[in-house]
T-cell receptor, first 113, second 113 residues
Framework: DGGITQSPKYLFRKEGQNVTLSCEQNLNHDAMYWYRQDPGQGLRLIYY???????QKGDIAEGYSVSREKKESFPLTVTSAQKNPTAFYLCASAWDGRNEKLFFGSGTQLSVL | DAKTTQPTSMDCAEGRAANLPCNHSTISGNEYVYWYRQIHSQGPQYIIH???NNETNEMASLIITEDRKSSTLILPHATLRDTAVYYCIVRVASGGGADGLTFGKGTHLIIQP
């Protein structure tokens, strides 16, 4: 089945620790996105990538880093600089940066121990 | 991108039509109206989009007023599985450099048995 896969579904971070959230898609999409969602709130854009080896900061990039070494993969690292990392993280992809029909993964819930 | 206004929550009886309104009075001529929905603890799902003509697909119908300042998403026969948060988004769909979509708080639609 084609789709977008996020793992793990639940993740716990200790103070001062970096953690990496995985996002993989087999839809052959060029564009990929990371969003953060806090309880009862909308989605806020963290980073996006329209092509391999290129990515741009979204509205709340501080404390996060990404890479796009392969078309299929867009991992997100939550660094120790992110002081309030507890949230629901969503990855999405689209055919290209002009296409607003996004396909979302099922999300990763990150909590701080 | 134009700002949208949606009611915080709505109820609808199972089997009835659910009509979700969205105001976008500052919409520009080249901006599309998109609708997504998010079932609890899952990623958002694309429903439908349109520019100025009414649109229908297997999930829903989109009615856009002639002046394009508001729209209504119609779920013709709501079921309990339609309980979700529904997001109305206005966005230019063409041109390079698209940086994803901006998701506000949406409307929490509750289908009552």
């Amino acid at each position: 089945d084609g789709g977008i896969t996020q793992s793990p579904k639940y993740l716990f971070r200790k103070e001062g620790q970096n953690v990496t959230l995985s996002c993989e898609q087999n839809l052959n999409h060029d564009a990929m996105y990371w969003y953060r969602q806090d309880p009862g709130q909308g989605l806020r854009l963290i980073y996006y990538s329209q092509i391999v080896n290129d990515f741009q900061k979204g509205d709340i990039a501080e404390g996060y880093s990404v890479s796009r070494e392969k078309k299929e993969s867009f991992p997100l690292t939550v660094t120790s600089a992110q002081k309030n990392p507890t949230a629901f993280y969503l990855c999405a992809s689209a055919w290209d940066g002009r296409n607003e029909k996004l396909f979302f993964g099922s999300g990763t819930q990150l909590s701080v121990l | 991108d134009a700002k949208t206004t949606q009611p915080t929550s709505m109820d609808c009886a199972e089997g009835r039509a659910a009509n979700l309104p969205c105001n976008h009075s500052t919409i520009s001529g080249n901006e599309y109206v998109y609708w997504y929905r998010q079932i609890h603890s899952q990623g958002p799902q694309y429903i439908i989009h349109g520019l100025k003509n009414n649109e229908t697909n297997e999930m829903a119908s989109l009615i856009i007023t002639e002046d394009r300042k508001s729209s209504t998403l119609i779920l013709p026969h709501a079921t309990l599985r339609d309980t979700a948060v529904y997001y109305c988004i206005v966005r230019v769909a063409s041109g390079g450099g698209a940086d994803g979509l901006t998701f506000g708080k949406g409307t929490h639609l509750i289908i009552q048995p």
